[in-house]
């Protein structure tokens, strides 16, 4: 009886090794491809950015006449506002950038003549 038992303990430690390998095996490639770079998902029609915003629109029917603002440099030394700390996630039609942000019209019917 002691013999089976120790064949059986060996058989079910094999398969237990085996699931735990094929998970870890599942969460390394997880890891590997999800992509630090991009930024995290945010509200319907908002703007992101990893660095600096020149002008962001994302409202309905505005009549913008004027040039947009070029890309503006970070905010900081340190490579932008949220340097290593993240970004922020905006919600509907919000904007967010690690660095600075020149101009954001965010509602409708908007007239800058």
């Known amino acids: 009886m ?3 038992d120790l064949e059986t303990a060996d058989k079910i430690a094999s398969v237990v090794g085996a699931g735990v390998g094929v998970i870890g095996l599942a969460v390394s490639v997880f890891a590997l ?8 998902v945010a509200g319907a029609r908002s703007v992101q950015a990893r660095g600096g915003i ?7 029917n505005n009549q913008l006449s004027t040039p947009a603002p070029g ?3 970070p905010a900081g030394a340190g490579g932008g506002a949220g ?8 919600g509907e039609r919000g904007v967010a950038a690690d660095g600075s942000i020149g101009e ?4 409708d019917g ?3 003549l």
Do not use: F, I
């Not at 491809?33 to 995290?40: A, D, M, N, Q, Y």
């Not at 340097?83 to 905006?90: F, T, Y």
């Open 54 to 60: 020149g002008r962001a629109v994302t409202g309905d």
């Open 110 to 112: 908007n007239q800058q």
């Open 33 to 40: 491809t999800r992509g630090e770079g991009t930024p995290p």
């Open 2 to 4: 002691g013999l089976a």
């Open 104 to 107: 954001a019209v965010t509602g």
């Open 71 to 73: 890309p503006q440099p």
């Open 83 to 90: 340097a290593g700390s993240g970004l922020a996630v905006p």
